[in-house]
Nanobody
């Protein structure tokens, strides 16, 4: 089985910083893509940032210059460093990864449980 465990969410003031972590564990042969998504109340889930196995990174326009995604291959962990946070960043943040569980198996998408980020004074 594959599990994605997220941590690092919480309450922060506008302009503050927060770092989210997502650790993948279980039967993992390879991770092809991993990233962060968020969903605010009464809004659709949206892409925040993604990282491919080849090292390519994509950010949503709303977070460019403020958020940084990075990974630690040895730990199967991805991070999201969030700086200059704004109230509109308030949402539940989810980690998602496209993972192969075996050499001859196809790729499936897995999701974490989500972690709440609240930006408020």
């Amino acid at each position: 089985q594959v599990q994605l465990v997220e941590s690092g969410g919480g309450l922060v003031q506008p302009g503050g910083s927060l770092r989210l972590s997502c650790a993948a564990s279980g039967s993992i042969f390879s991770i092809n893509l991993i990233g962060w998504y968020r969903q605010a109340p009464e809004k659709q889930r949206e892409l925040v940032a993604t990282l491919t196995s080849g090292g390519w990174i994509n950010y949503a326009d709303s977070v460019k210059g403020r958020f940084t995604i990075s990974g630690d291959n040895a730990k199967n962990t991805v991070y999201l460093q969030m700086n200059s946070l704004k109230p509109e960043d308030t949402a539940v943040y989810y980690c998602s990864a496209d993972i192969q569980t075996g050499r001859l198996t196809p790729t499936f998408s897995y999701w974490g449980q989500g972690t709440q980020v609240t930006v408020s004074s």
